[in-house]
């Protein structure tokens, strides 16, 4: 698939890609010689964001299936949460405090 080059959409605007896109579904814009950018009809990008939604809910039906996923109310879920983020592998207790972020340190000018 030939490329439209930065140049190209310059000159021509979005006439180059109307001209790409009426032989393929999606055209590849180059910069510089490397493939940067591709662009294509919404009616294009409204079908595959739709095939990867579906990819998406397939693998969470899998998921389920295969019985990878937890059962849990709010609050537990949020001190499983929290335990995952303080390194820990189960909750003991109370949710842990997310650690503050700590202020920079200054060194001495010389």
Do not use: W
């Not at 959409?9 to 180059?16: E, H, M, Q």
């Not at 809910?57 to 335990?83: C, I, K, P």
Request: a neutral charge; one cysteine or more; glycine letters at 4%.
């Amino acid at each position: 698939m030939p490329a439209l080059t930065a140049n190209d959409l310059k000159t021509r605007g979005v006439a180059a890609i109307e001209e790409s896109l009426a032989h393929q579904p999606e055209a590849v814009i180059s910069v510089r010689g490397k493939d940067r950018f591709v662009v294509m009809e919404m009616a294009q990008y409204d079908y595959l964001r739709e095939c990867e939604l579906d990819a998406a809910l397939a693998q969470s039906h899998a998921d389920m299936a295969a019985g990878r996923y937890v059962s849990e109310s709010a609050q537990a879920h949020a001190a499983r949460l929290d335990a995952l983020l303080a390194g820990d592998s189960a909750p003991a207790g109370p949710p842990a405090k997310r650690p503050s972020a700590k202020k920079p340190v200054r060194r001495a000018s010389r």
